[in-house]
């Protein structure tokens, strides 16, 4: 099956800064790449996503990169806010199910 | 527009005593449903998963089951919880098919288990 790895685990920035977070993943079937944001204490919220068929895509202050030769995508977000602290998962999809990446813990200092 | 409804919020439960937790979704037709568990500062373990009534696929042996009595309800239970089953759970939803049909999951509020 699918098998996601997500990088770093934790990550602090100063606010301003960007942040990067990188996922690669196994499944050369995988055709969907979801990013979600998860506040303590609540539910995961889909903030982007991207399709095989796209390199890039930008929402704002996040963007998501693909590259389906390596096999790794990416999560950017520029000018980063306390608000931005959160747990963030990469997932990867083929279908019916969905991959995910253990997570980072983005904090992001004022 | 769709919605999906997870209940309860949280739970308290002693060992060896039964669960039932209960997902809903609104709006929407052959869903795909999920059941997640996610242990404190870990990340997101899918159980159960059901493309539709009566279909569970099961990703992982453990004390727990699912059932989808019908096409927008989603069940988690257990006969007997054990310590190790305390957790964030939550329930999902995607639309049925592959892309472009479907998108991202949907989750529920999540319910918060401690056995005790």
């Known amino acids: 099956g699918e098998n996601v790895e997500q990088h770093p685990s934790t990550l602090s920035v100063q606010e301003g800064d960007s942040a990067v977070i990188k996922c690669t993943y196994s499944?050369?079937?995988?055709?969907?790449f979801p990013w979600y944001k998860q506040e303590l204490g609540k539910r995961p919220q889909l903030i982007i996503d991207i399709r095989s068929n796209v390199g890039e895509k930008k929402d704002q202050r996040i963007a998501v990169t693909l590259n389906k030769t390596a096999k790794h995508f990416s999560l950017h977000i520029t000018e980063t806010q306390p608000e931005d602290s959160a747990v963030y998962f990469c997932?990867?999809?083929?279908?019916?199910?969905?991959?995910f990446g253990t997570g980072t813990s983005l904090t992001v200092i004022p | 527009s769709q919605t999906i409804h997870q209940w309860p919020a949280t739970l308290v439960q002693p060992v060896g005593s039964p669960l039932s937790l209960e997902c809903t979704v609104e709006g929407t037709s052959n869903p795909n449903l999920y059941w997640y568990r996610q242990a404190a500062g870990r990340g997101l373990q899918l159980l159960f998963y059901?493309?539709?009534?009566?279909?569970i696929s099961s990703e992982v042996p453990q004390n727990l089951s699912a059932s989808r009595p019908q096409d927008r309800q989603f069940i988690l239970s257990s006969k007997k919880l054990l310590l190790s089953d305390s957790g964030f759970y939550l329930c999902a939803w995607t639309s049925s098919g592959t892309a472009p049909n479907f998108y991202g999951y949907t989750f529920g509020s999540g319910t918060r288990l401690t056995v005790v």
């Open positions: 997932a990867a999809s083929t279908g019916n199910q969905f991959y």
């Open positions: 499944d050369s079937a995988s055709n969907y």
């Open positions: 059901s493309v539709g009534i009566g279909q």
